[in-house]
């Protein structure tokens, strides 16, 4: 019987064990990547200090994380085994708009960008300049290659609603923009304001795959590729 005792408690422990290797596998495995939530609308920087993506180190545990500072969290923070996730889910409505009042921060490290909500695949956010700020989302450095730009509706930015500034022209520079609105409301098809200069602009352009884009608006340029 005590034999029997000290098998089954073996066999306990052994079972521990395995539990523990499995879960320290399984999150050794799923934490590869920084996944940042935007789940507010407002433009409020990231908090002096914050840990996470957070603009209120005041308000306790509640985490509000805004699109800019989304962005300063990520330039903040080294990437992990693949590119940081910035996702927007919580944000109430179908069509959230982020008005914009100042410049965005150059984004400056490899970064995956999906303005879906989180609740379905299509366009639901969207980055307004109010025609009365410059710049919109701007990819600046070697360290932000490879990043992706996806379902996003980008506009109302007077000098660009986009712009990819590499100074290098290798494979390695290679950025993905898919299936966003630039200039054109949520639609597709409704122009939105003016931008004085650039709709997209393109530095070193030859390893960006830009497929499903809609550029649209009253521009100097739609689509503007310097190499």
Do not use: M
Request: with cysteine; glycine share 8%; aromatic share 10%.
């Amino acid at each position: 019987k005590k034999a029997l005792n000290k098998q089954k408690k073996q066999l306990k422990v052994l079972i521990l064990v395995s539990l523990l290797a499995f879960f320290d596998l399984f999150f050794t495995v799923h934490a590869d990547f920084n996944e940042i939530i935007v789940n507010t609308n407002s433009d409020d920087a990231l908090a002096v200090g914050a840990a996470v993506c957070d603009t209120d180190l005041s308000d306790g545990a509640t985490v509000t994380c805004s699109f800019r500072a989304a962005i300063e969290f990520a330039n903040a923070t080294a990437n992990l085994d693949t590119a940081d996730q910035i996702k927007f889910t919580g944000i109430s409505g179908d069509d959230t708009v982020i008005t914009v009042a100042t410049n965005l921060p150059a984004i400056t490290q490899e970064v995956i960008i999906d303005g879906t909500d989180g609740d379905s695949d299509v366009r639901d956010i969207t980055i307004e300049g109010g025609q009365s700020t410059d710049e919109g989302i701007l990819f600046s450095g070697n360290n932000a290659h490879g990043s992706v730009l996806k379902n996003l509706v980008v506009r109302g930015f007077s000098t660009f609603n986009l712009k990819i500034d590499s100074s290098v022209r290798t494979a390695s520079t290679t950025y993905t923009i898919q299936d966003n609105y630039f200039g054109v409301d949520q639609d597709g098809d409704s122009v939105y304001g003016t931008t004085d200069n650039y709709n997209i602009f393109l530095n070193n352009s030859d390893y960006i795959n830009f497929t499903g884009n809609t550029a649209a608006g009253d521009h100097w340029y739609h689509i503007y590729a310097y190499n």
